[in-house]
């Protein structure tokens, strides 16, 4: 931009330009980087409890001798340490891993990037999310390390087990409000950005729909993830200060009576806890569902089918999220008033799901599909969405609930929204952005072997467990042969361990292809997709203030294959629609 | 008594209420292959007859689909058929319809990490007195041996007999932490919630040995937290009442404490 | 709202100040009021129905006055219309779930 | 250098209000779930106990009412001392600013030195947060208030020695964010007002 003898004085030094940066698309890489490591952290702990599930009781060979004494006696994992892979895994995927890559990395560098904006409303606000974000996550890390390890009562850490577990658990909820606090700043931040910092044409109607998702995601952190730093501070109370919040009275605990005054109840903790985690389910799924849109009519070369609709939908589904929570607790005994009421509510729901789902279907049909690798994972996204989603109906409903709640049955439901649903489309929104934050394209063949590399193995290793679910296996069980119907399904948990290092396999092609191609990828000019939405408008990778020139809007965003048209693309900053607004290369059409 | 085989599917259902869950669980899952098949094969033609390739434009013009309409709407009337139909009324019996309590036998369960202790209220059907601070080694739901009713009373760890055809209600409760106690071949899970007693009930249609789980993560050894379900016929479960009364006790000698130190306060 | 506009006239402004004044009386008098009600030693229900319709009507005065909600744009009117909705939830629904037929054990 | 965000000072022509005043609002939104939670589980906890406060007697007879009343009387006054000083910049009088920012300072500090008080007297007879969940209730509502009053004194100290200097620059700017500090100053006492009956008088 400016010219070099001026750049010596205007040049940020190093820690303010990339460390303590206050530019979105620097936060925004930050998140990404450092939630896509976490998510290798947490993945790597789920890949060292299957070692233990598919050969219980058998030594973990070499990593086994690494891990310590204490984690693993004689290569065997301890049940504690088990537990603690568990809650972690948990806790990493879903609060350090998923929803900063989705809201934090994506939210924060393609919002401000899709509305025409110059950057956050408020970016120092935007520096101090991810600056609360990566400390919570490294306290979280390092409670591997505190006298009677990591937090181990599961990622909803029920109490009173969470109360009388070791000190990992104080840590644990020490971090959590670090996380919460940080997620709380960059809803704040998002919702202020999109409602004010829409440029010029831009109106709702005209939003991508990956911006609207965000809007609907950042109101639901800004109203359920409070109760969960409430509930956060009690366990704390509990815990450091000896109150009796969620503790009844008379509780006897290895034969010795609780010297607490009791009086509490273990139900609030849930219900406070529930009333966060549900909505974070939609924090999870509805970025991915912006992003699968983004790529699908990008890649279709069509408009979105019933756009309007879908973004209907996802504002009724963000604010149904608010009123089902209590269905994760039918099998605490509650009574059949509220039980009919939240299955009544879940049962709700699935409908704007069912119509979100059909509206992706739909826009594929009559479009001209590029099977890009950012496409293939998009592609996936649907059915593997549509097993998820589906499946949460046995579970949603009370009566077949009975059975399966908590099994494994629950474990393939959630995961195959939250794995092959949810980061399938990240995946694909990595592919499909990465171009525009480095200024180089991911490699396709390695693109694709990862693809079709991770769509095979993890149905191995989430189909299967259904199936264990259905013979009643009940999750985190250290060792499920203790049980008869746990050896029925036995030969399973080998097949889904495989899978799952299979998995971890595919995921080094993508490790090897994300440096490669910063070194070696084919360079991109702004526009590589032939996409219409505004982020393509800036340079690749944009600078610092993003637009060269005020962007204008006009017209909606996905207009793909206008009729008369030269392009096959009708970019929304284009005044005359008519392809590309400035010069640039032509890919095709 | 052998063990019972399992499969990949749902286990063999012992219980009389099961048949109906089952039944919800197979029209989920024959709705939800329908719907998935179905929109499989759509998907599928989608992908390949609209594949880019030379030649070949997209329409931009958005299809009017009635029939999505219909599907959607055909989804809505399974899933309130589903909900009000067949998932509620299974529910309601489950929780509030208790079978007559002279005729049930009436079994208190106390759960702690990481055992489940039956308290049986013996010959005379009337539980005797408990108390925390009597909760020990051998005690381990705290049964005050001297209580009138009490001295007859049977306590098991980890066994759960009960007698087939014969209504159970089961009083649920916890000393520690959350568990969930579930038979799957009963159909029955409920949670162990710190501070409520809650009832479950449920009648066995065929005798066998079945096994309890913890179902709720309640520490390290919530794995192996399980006991056996020895449903018994009538005549074996008397038997084993009888074989397993305490011994009649002549004096008081291991008398408890006269003054119960009240729980703790501070 | 006129209000807000800098370029409003200082003087014109002035004249508002007599209803914070106002206000302010008031919620000392309601305190006042609360405060009295309590030594009276109603009986549980009415007292805290009292003492809450007082707080609430304070805490309006407070919203309405102090924080200009009288007088506010309606995006933060539909931002917090949304929030007293989830604030009813998350105040109500975990009680009633949580003793609806409930089994808490009493005494030991 | 530095990006020029849009509307930093001046209102957004659709919504009608600057960045800083949205944002502010939707803080206070989430504060609201906030206290909300923790009222639930005042309720709940409440509700679930045979007798409230659980070892006899009654709120008012545990707690130092007129304490109490005395700190509610400093906040509300507090609150009026905060509108007057966004109003004295509207008129554009910073000295004036200043008097009413320092009274609502010092108010803020006595509010937290009669608190610091009752906390003490508490403590001095051996009522900790463990003595039972009515001090545990009142420990965590009232601390965590207290912590807002901290960051309102904070919030409100900065604005009135080295955050006034913006009035040079940019009047419209600084007046803009004494009137957010009020709002958030203004939800404290408010919440306070819900406090003082829940926990002291009823």
Known sequence: ?589 | MDETKYGWWLPVDVSTHGAKIDQLIAVLHWFMLLLFVGWGIFFVYCLWQYRARPGHLAIYAPVKAIATKYIEAFVVVVEVFLLFGLSTPVWLAYKSQPPDESKALHVRLVAEQFAWNFHYAGKDRKFGRTDLALIGGDNPVGLDPDSAEGKDDIVTVNQFHFPVHTPVILDISTKDVIHSFNIPVLRVKQDTIPGQRIPVWFEATDTGHFELGCAQLCGLGHYRMRADVLIDTPEDFAKWEQENAPPPQEAPAAAAPENHPAPEKK | MAEHAQSENPEEFKKHLGRYYVVFVALLCLTAITVGVSYLKLNRPLAIAVALIIATVKAGMVAAVFMHLISEKKVIYAVLVLTALFFALVLLIPSFTAYEGHHIITGT | METAIPHLVEPHPVTGIPNGKFGIWLFLASEVMLFGALFSSYVLIRVGAPHWPPEGGLSSEVLNVPLGTFNTAVLITSSITMVLAWASCKMGSLPKFKLWMAATVGLALVFLVVKYFEYSDKFHHGHFPSHDNFYGIYFVLTGLHGLHIVGGIVVNTYLLTFGSKLWNVDREWFTNRVENAGLYWHFVDLVWIFLFPSLYLL
């Open chain 1, 1 to 589: 931009m400016s010219d070099h003898a001026h750049a010596e004085h205007h040049e940020m030094p190093f820690w303010r330009k990339y460390i303590f940066s206050v530019d979105h698309k620097v936060i925004g890489i930050q998140y990404a980087v450092s939630a896509l490591v976490f998510l290798l952290v947490g993945f790597s702990l789920m890949m060292i409890m299957r070692w233990q599930l598919a050969y219980p009781g058998q030594p973990l060979p070499i990593l086994g001798k690494i891990l310590g004494d204490t984690a693993m006696p004689g290569g065997v994992m301890a049940p504690e340490f088990y537990n603690q892979l568990g809650a972690m895994h948990g806790t990493i995927m879903v609060f350090m891993g998923v929803v900063p890559l989705a809201v934090g990395g994506f939210g924060n560098f393609v919002t401000p990037l899709q509305i025409g904006a110059p950057d956050m409303a408020f970016p120092r606000l935007n520096m101090i999310s991810y600056w609360a974000f990566l400390p919570g996550g490294l306290i979280m890390l390092a409670s591997f390390f505190v006298q009677g390890g990591a937090a181990q009562s599961g990622w909803t850490s029920y109490p009173p087990l969470s109360d009388i577990a070791p000190a990992g658990q104080t840590i644990w909820c020490f971090g959590m409000v670090l996380l919460i606090t940080s997620s709380l700043l960059g809803s704040i931040n998002f919702i202020v950005t999109i409602v004010q910092l829409r440029a010029k044409g831009l109106t709702y109607w005209r939003l991508p729909f990956f911006v609207h998702a965000q809007l609907v995601t950042a109101f639901l952190l800004l109203l359920a993830f409070p109760p969960l730093e409430a509930a956060t501070v009690l366990q704390l109370m509990d815990r450091l200060a000896g109150t009796s919040f969620f503790l009844p009275s008379g509780l006897v605990v290895s034969g010795e009576q609780l010297k607490i005054a009791g009086g509490g109840n273990p139900l609030l903790w849930q219900h406070l806890f529930w009333f966060l985690a549900h909505p974070e389910v939609y924090v999870l799924i509805l970025p991915a569902m912006g992003i699968v849109a983004e790529v699908i009519a990008n890649n279709t070369r069509k408009p979105l089918w019933g756009y309007r609709l879908l973004v209907y939908s996802v504002v009724f589904v963000g604010f149904m999220s608010f009123v089902v929570w209590a269905h994760h607790m039918f099998m605490t005994g509650m009574g059949t008033t509220m039980s009919t009421f939240f299955q009544t509510t879940t049962m709700i729901i699935s409908v704007p799901s069912v119509i979100i789902l059909t509206c992706f279907i739909m826009s594929l049909y009559g479009g001209a599909i590029r099977f890009t690798t950012p496409m293939l994972f998009a592609t996936a996204f649907l059915p593997m969405f549509a097993i998820g989603g589906l499946t949460g109906l046995p579970l949603g409903l009370t009566a077949s609930d009975i059975y399966l709640h908590d099994t494994f049955y629950v474990i393939a439901h959630f995961h195959y929204v939250v794995a092959p649903g949810t980061l399938f489309a990240l995946f694909a929104g990595i592919y499909y952005w990465y171009p525009k934050a480095t200024g180089r394209k991911l490699n396709e063949t390695l693109g694709k072997i990862h693809f079709w590399a991770s769509f095979v193995a993890i149905n191995f290793v989430f189909m299967p467990m259904f199936f264990q679910g259905m013979a009643g296996l009940s999750r985190r069980l250290y060792d499920p042969t203790i049980y008869a119907h746990g050896r029925g399904v036995q030969a399973l948990n080998v097949v889904i361990s495989w899978g799952a290092w299979g998995l971890g396999l595919a995921q080094l092609v993508f490790i090897v292809n994300f440096f490669l191609s910063l070194k070696s990828g084919a360079r991109v000019a702004e526009n590589p997709w032939n996409a219409t939405t505004l982020e393509w408008a800036t340079p690749s990778p944009p600078g610092h203030g993003n637009f060269l020139t005020e962007p204008v809007v006009y017209r909606e965003p996905y207009e793909y294959s206008v009729p008369g048209k030269a392009n096959d693309f009708s970019p929304q900053f284009s005044p005359e629609g008519d392809g590309p607004a400035r010069p640039q290369p032509r890919g095709g059409a």
